[in-house]
């Protein structure tokens, strides 16, 4: 199935999560690999959007508050890499509005 096309991804979920390094779970050096950085957080969010959201997404769980998607595939990065990535997205029960919710390397396609 696919998600919607609207579905949203909140600017802070990449500014203060995915593209800053922490200290346990990090992602920024992962997507660094690729180029992402986050003085161009904008282009993390548009390759999302362009790049992933159009693929097909599996339904993964469902609880009181949504329904939750995986989608895996590759993001080719602003300098040419390809990662390969597994996303989680969650339609919410009560405003029916799909979100992103997080990236994470897939390893099964590495």
């Given at each position: 199935m696919k998600l919607p096309a609207?579905?949203?991804i909140a600017p802070?979920?990449?500014?203060?999560?995915?593209l800053v390094p922490k200290a346990r779970g990090d992602k920024s050096g992962f997507l660094a690999q690729a180029g992402y950085a986050l003085d161009h957080s904008d282009q993390l969010i548009m390759?999302?959007?362009?790049q992933i959201l159009p693929?097909?997404?599996s339904l993964t769980q469902?609880?009181?508050?949504?329904?939750?998607?995986?989608?895996?595939?590759?993001?080719?990065?602003?300098?040419?890499?390809?990662?390969?990535?597994?996303?989680?997205?969650?339609?919410?029960?009560?405003?029916?509005?799909t979100k992103f919710i997080t990236l994470i390397p897939d390893k099964r396609r590495t």
């Open positions: 609207d579905s949203t802070d979920k990449i500014t203060a999560y995915l390759d999302l959007q362009r693929l097909d997404a469902s609880n009181k508050f949504g329904q939750y998607y995986e989608i895996r595939g590759t993001l080719t990065g602003p300098n040419g890499m390809v990662l390969a990535v597994r996303t989680v997205w969650m339609t919410e029960r009560l405003s029916g509005v």
